[in-house]
């Protein structure tokens, strides 16, 4: 077997290079952006983040949207949240982004910072997009310093989603102006009498963080940076891992094993904070009524609340600006696109919309409820700014947090380890 | 002028000799033209997939680089931030965890395997495509799917578990068990080097066997003093390529863990944190250090499993 063990280290040599060659990890980015033919048609890429059900929808807005504009063609494409902004940023970096998409407040800065988002203004201006008809302030969300950079399709507030069935058994009403102090109470009634735990892990959630850090004066970030120190985080993260302990929050194994679904739509917790149009979701996959709660409050008044909203965007780098503000602007005012979204985007933004869509059934007609008493309460504050990294952190709180609740790290080593990270995601 | 004019014929004459003793020369250069021609696509591919991203990767690991901006030289500061970096450290933990308990796990189970089917039975071809089939599917992301439905709360594998008194509550959310888990994926997908051992298990003469029963010797003993050594050519080859393939674990770990790799970094496998580096927090710089860390890292291992193998690798002198 003289040649043949020459052979063989030789076939091995070459299979481990070939092995290790593949580990150079490239990024080859998708090729081919919307472009003119011909006969003047032209194809735009609308890229957004959703599930089925909003799929379905979307395409019959499109479809719409085709008819009315024939030379105007829409390609489609949408993944889960956490997937569409891994694909978007790969995509935007090789100067290829789709040409509209959905945003959200926290992703307007970083992309703003790197060139990607058009300024929605100069098209408004040529007439191709209106910037009127939108309940009172909602466009504001997405306008960084003087730029419009987003259109707003729907908006939406942080609430309190319960499991109406599992409150009721236990006999606990939420009610408006409640305090932690109740609100945790109740959990523990929730817990001893039904054996289901309160609440799925609010400590993890960034957004509510936000708003119990507003209704203390501070917030979550400011222009540049966090707005919190360290000692206040101990605070928050240790409490919230005694509850887990206590057993009146869920524990973040079986969170985690609900995956992608959430504890609450599979029985595991019987509220969860989270924005008020969520609603629809939960109803989708979980066997319960789902319904909303007031925001608890540290003053028994405030609960640091804002609209916020997910936003239609443009690309820098599109080359039909002018087709692409005119899909922006049907999807955003036409009363029909508006009564078949519903309310899945959050409260329809444009008051065309707005006025088209009358809610039937029980989860939309709450969901209106719900934003007509946060408004007329008048707990409503304006937006704090996120700076650029703000995704990155929103996704460290989590999964620190989670960490925390699993038991395997200290509280202390835990805010450590968040202002840490926090400090690089800043600066990326 | 003489001189020149005896010496040309003198050199034809060589050339002449020497084309007699290697065979005609232009058709080799044509054969050899037609082999490039044929390999081009290859090597253009090479090249432009492999080649040239390795280069960039390598420059880039030297630059601080977020894919939006030109990448800015910092010299070794990748490489310091990484070994400073507490997830880095639980990444390559949780890798080298993941190496050392799946990769001999599965050897032992595709030798085990291979030994039972190595002989005739009744039925062999069913079994050998049976415990083959996993290795087929065993890369696809589905597969990781429905690990991840068999290893969850109240799914089979707890409700088993827990019939026996030991209730962990689902391997997936727990981060004591979810890296077994992937080890059992793994260890599941024994197939390819079942079948390189079965191959090398035919490879070892009978008369060996029939020698040693004539001198008394039991199964074990066979098992030890012939099969292993016969068969450890192939054994090596297996460790090998089984190693670096485990380094490499990616697919799994992300599906498995719901595209994050935790919980509490349990499933961080070093490509994973590499792939969140990169496109999530956008530090191509930084991965691209981490990507080549990882290619040192396998070289080494190979160079230490090639010295290794002089103690305990036995190649037949005089076979054909």
Redesign the interface.
């Known amino acids: 077997?003289?040649t043949?063990?020459n052979l063989?280290r030789r076939t091995?040599l070459r299979?481990?290079g070939a092995?290790?060659?593949?580990?150079?990890?490239?990024?080859?980015t998708g090729c081919g952006s919307g472009s003119g033919s011909g006969d003047g048609t032209v194809t735009i890429r609308y890229s957004w983040w959703g599930a089925e059900e909003r799929a379905k929808k979307i395409n019959q807005t499109i479809a719409l949207f085709e008819k009315k504009y024939p030379k105007i063609k829409v390609k489609t494409d949408f993944q889960t949240y956490?997937?569409f902004?891994?694909k978007f940023?790969?995509q935007?970096?090789g100067g290829n982004p789709p040409d509209v998409f959905q945003n959200a407040v926290g992703f307007l800065r970083k992309y703003d910072k790197?060139?990607?988002l058009l300024d929605l203004n100069s098209q408004a201006k040529a007439g191709n997009l209106s910037l009127d008809h939108f309940r009172d302030g909602v466009t504001k969300v997405g306008e960084v310093d003087g730029k419009q950079l987003g259109i707003p399709v729907g908006s939406n507030t942080m609430a309190l989603v319960i499991d109406k069935k599992v409150f009721q058994k236990a006999g606990v009403e939420p009610h408006a102006g409640w305090t932690w102090e109740d609100y945790f109470k109740a959990l523990k009634t929730i817990h001893d009498k039904t054996k289901v735990p309160g609440d799925t892990g609010y400590f993890t959630i960034m957004y509510l963080y936000d708003l119990y850090l507003r209704q203390n004066g501070k917030a979550f970030f400011t222009k540049d940076g966090l707005g919190f120190d360290q000692a206040d985080l101990t605070e928050w993260w240790t409490d919230g891992y005694n509850r887990v302990k206590a057993g009146i929050v869920t524990?973040?194994?079986?969170?985690?094993?609900?995956?992608?679904k959430s504890s609450l739509s599979a029985g595991h917790g019987a509220s969860e904070f989270t924005w008020d149009n969520f609603t629809v979701r939960y109803t989708a996959e979980g066997s319960s009524t789902y319904g909303l709660a007031p925001i608890p409050t540290t003053d028994g008044k405030q609960t640091g609340q804002y609209l916020a909203s997910l936003m239609l965007s443009a690309s820098a780098h599109t080359s039909h600006p002018k087709e692409v503000a005119q899909f922006i602007d049907f999807m955003v005012h036409d009363p029909q696109v508006g009564t078949i979204m519903g309310y899945d985007r959050g409260i329809l933004a444009s008051t065309e919309q707005y006025e088209a869509f009358k809610p039937t059934d029980p989860v939309n007609k709450e969901i209106a409820q719900y934003e007509a008493d946060t408004a007329k309460a008048g707990v409503l504050g304006t937006i704090t700014p996120h700076p650029s990294g703000a995704d990155?952190i929103e996704?460290a709180f989590l999964?620190i947090g989670?960490?925390l609740g699993?038991g395997?790290?200290k509280v202390s080593d835990a805010v450590k380890?968040f202002f840490t990270e926090s400090d690089?995601?800043f600066q990326? | 002028m003489t001189l020149v004019k005896d010496s040309l014929p003198a050199s034809r004459k060589t050339r002449s000799a020497a084309s007699a003793t290697t065979g005609r020369r232009p058709g080799r250069r044509r054969e050899n033209l037609a082999g490039y021609l044929f390999m081009s696509p290859w090597i253009a591919g090479f090249l432009l997939?492999?080649?040239g991203?390795?280069v960039?990767?390598l420059y880039f690991a030297f630059t601080d680089y977020?894919?939006?901006?030109a990448p800015k030289w910092v010299g070794l500061d990748n490489f310091t931030k990484m070994f400073h970096d507490?997830r880095w450290q639980k990444s390559v933990e949780v890798t080298a965890k993941y190496v050392i308990i799946g990769t001999p796990l599965k050897l032992l189970l595709a030798l085990g395997v291979a030994l039972l089917l190595s002989q005739s039975r009744r039925g062999q071809a069913f079994y050998r495509a049976a415990f083959y089939a996993p290795s087929l599917i065993g890369a696809s992301v589905s597969v990781g799917f429905v690990w991840r439905s068999l290893f969850?709360?109240g799914a089979i594998v707890d409700r088993t578990q827990s019939f026996f008194g030991w209730h962990v509550?689902?391997w997936?959310?727990?981060?004591d068990w979810v890296l077994y888990c992937l080890v059992a994926l793994t260890v599941w997908q024994f197939g390819a080097p079942m079948v390189i051992f079965l191959a090398g298990l035919k490879q070892v003469p009978r008369e060996l066997y029939e020698a040693a029963e004539m001198d008394g010797a039991g199964p074990l003993r066979k098992f030890w003093s012939i099969t292993l050594p016969m068969i450890s050519?192939v054994l090596f080859?297996n460790v090998?390529?089984e190693t670096?393939?485990s380094f490499?674990i990616f697919g799994s770990a992300y599906v498995v863990s719901?595209?994050?790799c935790?919980?509490?970094?349990?499933t961080l496998v070093y490509?994973c944190y590499?792939?969140q580096q990169?496109?999530?927090?956008?530090?191509?710089g930084l991965?691209?250090a981490m990507?080549?860390m990882?290619?040192l890292a396998?070289?080494l291992v190979?160079a230490v499993l090639f010295w290794s193998q002089k103690k305990w690798v036995h190649?037949?002198?005089?076979?054909?």
């Open positions: 077997m003289g043949s063990r063989e091995i299979a481990a092995s290790a060659a593949a580990l150079g990890l490239t990024a080859v956490a997937s902004w891994e940023q790969t935007a970096a790197r060139g990607i524990d973040p194994k079986i969170v985690e094993q609900d995956k992608p990155t996704a999964r989670g960490d699993q395997k790290t380890q690089a995601a990326a | 997939l492999t080649a991203p390795m960039a990767s977020n894919l939006f901006n507490p969850s709360d509550g689902g997936v959310g727990n981060a050519p080859f090998l390529l670096i393939h490499q719901n595209t994050y935790g919980p509490a970094d349990a490509t590499l792939y990169g496109f999530k927090n956008a530090q191509m991965a691209s990507a080549w990882l290619l396998v070289a190979t190649y037949e002198e005089d076979a054909r």
